[in-house]
């Protein structure tokens, strides 16, 4: 199982932008489908984008469609989700890991099996 670090994180106001990192131990994260997933205080954890390994098909939940974009970087091994239009609905813990079922679930759903978190990153959106 590679290993992912999260960072980038912080407090913005509604409106703002952040750019999140996923980094990888490893560099062949070129070849796995990578998401992004979240988790709001008192709610269950959600998906929220992912980028697949074979072609970089990528996939939203409809309330991030036109204002977040994950990409990857493979020289760098890193995978990034740039934030835009940040509003207080997005404030979370925001994690990244390996996600085979990226294109086959519903984008906001998480396996029951997707069980190797890390630490996440978190993103407060206040005024």
């Known amino acids: 199982q590679v290993q992912l670090v999260e960072s980038g994180g912080g407090s913005v106001q509604p409106g703002g932008s952040l750019r999140l990192s996923c980094a990888a131990s490893?560099?062949?994260?070129?070849?796995?489908?990578i998401g992004w997933f979240r988790q709001a205080p008192g709610k269950e954890r959600e998906g929220v984008a992912c980028?697949?390994?074979?072609?970089?098909?990528?996939y939203y939940i409809d309330s991030v469609k036109d204002r977040f974009t994950i990409s990857r970087d493979n020289a760098k091994h890193t995978v990034y989700l740039q934030m835009n239009s940040l509003q207080a609905e997005d404030t979370a813990v925001y994690y990244c890991?390996?996600?085979?079922?990226?294109?086959?679930?519903?984008?906001?759903?998480?396996?029951?099996?997707?069980?190797?978190w890390g630490q996440g990153t978190q993103v407060t959106v206040s005024s």
């Open positions: 980028i697949s390994g074979r072609d970089d098909t990528t």
């Open positions: 490893e560099d062949t994260l070129d070849e796995y489908a």
């Open positions: 890991t390996t996600d085979p079922a990226c294109g086959t679930r519903k984008p906001g759903r998480v396996p029951d099996w997707y069980d190797d």
